[in-house]
């Protein structure tokens, strides 16, 4: 049965992130995720965590230039200096936390970029998240992320997203199915989970088409979780979206997977 993780940084944010922690544990989760897991340093992390009795279930690549518009930069050929340095980073970080998944930014070409140079770099450089990852017993994902939310970004087709998955053919890499990007952009999201379960390795959800609790707009959660249960998948499915109010009162539809609102 798939575990429900909360996404530290689309919930709970009406406190300070010292205080998602206990809230998240509250509400019954026993995982999170966190896109900026190195706002807090990681024994830090890792205390608030235990502390919680919360697991890490994924933590992004860290980005440095997020607040300028920087979306990671592994399918940007020229940085790979830089890419290096914030994989090693971020394995140390997410190995110090105990987080299994990693989720590996491809960024946003300049205009005009050649894309097809790009994509070989960006291989190049997962090829190197996978073997780094692999020596420290975790996970690297890719995500596609749709163009209405992320305009630009590399990585935009789920489908091509599976694609880069498969050619790298690495078990330390894995596809992260974000259920939101995938309906926007292509939808026929059970014949996607059926055919791409192999690939994934961390699975993301919320509403269609306002990014806020699934249980209302395009998506179907219960029969999302149920397939994914069907088919055998185990792992997190991380809950990555804008609450329309307080995040407890909107918990209601994570019943049947042990979530509630604290009361
Ligand atoms: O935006 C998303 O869906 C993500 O999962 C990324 O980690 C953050 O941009
Ligand atoms: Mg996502």
Redo the contacts with the bound molecule.
């Keep these: 049965m798939p575990r429900l993780a909360a996404n530290l940084d689309f919930l709970f944010t009406d406190r300070p992130l010292e205080a998602r922690f206990d809230a998240a544990a509250a509400c019954g989760f026993s995982g999170i995720e966190m896109?900026f897991a190195d706002r807090l340093p990681a024994p830090t992390l890792r205390a608030a965590l235990d502390a919680a009795g919360l697991e890490a279930a994924l933590i992004?690549i860290a980005v440095d230039d997020w607040a300028a518009g920087g979306?990671g930069c592994a399918a940007l050929p020229g940085h790979e200096d830089r890419f290096r340095r914030a994989l090693i980073e971020s394995v140390e970080r997410a190995v110090a936390v105990g987080a299994r998944r990693l989720?590996v930014?491809a960024g946003i070409p300049e205009t005009g970029a050649d894309l097809a140079y790009a994509r070989a770099s960006y291989k190049r450089n997962l090829h190197e998240a996978a073997e780094t990852a692999a020596a420290a017993g975790i996970v690297a994902t890719i995500?596609a992320?749709n163009p209405r939310?992320?305009p630009g970004y590399f990585l935009a087709d789920p489908d091509e997203a599976a694609a880069i998955v498969r050619e790298i053919n690495h078990p330390s890499l894995k596809l992260?199915f974000?259920l939101?990007?995938t309906q926007i952009t292509r939808g026929d999201l059970t014949r996607r989970l059926d055919a791409q379960l192999p690939l994934i390795g961390h699975v993301?959800i919320a509403g269609v088409p306002d990014r806020a609790e699934p249980d209302q707009g395009e998506i179907a959660p219960a029969h999302l979780l149920d397939r994914l249960d069907t088919l055998g998948y185990d792992g997190w499915v991380g809950l990555?979206y804008r609450p329309r109010g307080r995040t407890e009162d909107g918990l209601g539809w994570a019943a049947p997977w042990g979530i509630r609102g604290p009361g």
């Design positions: 896109l992004n979306r989720h930014l995500e992320i939310d992320m992260q974000d939101y990007h993301q990555e």
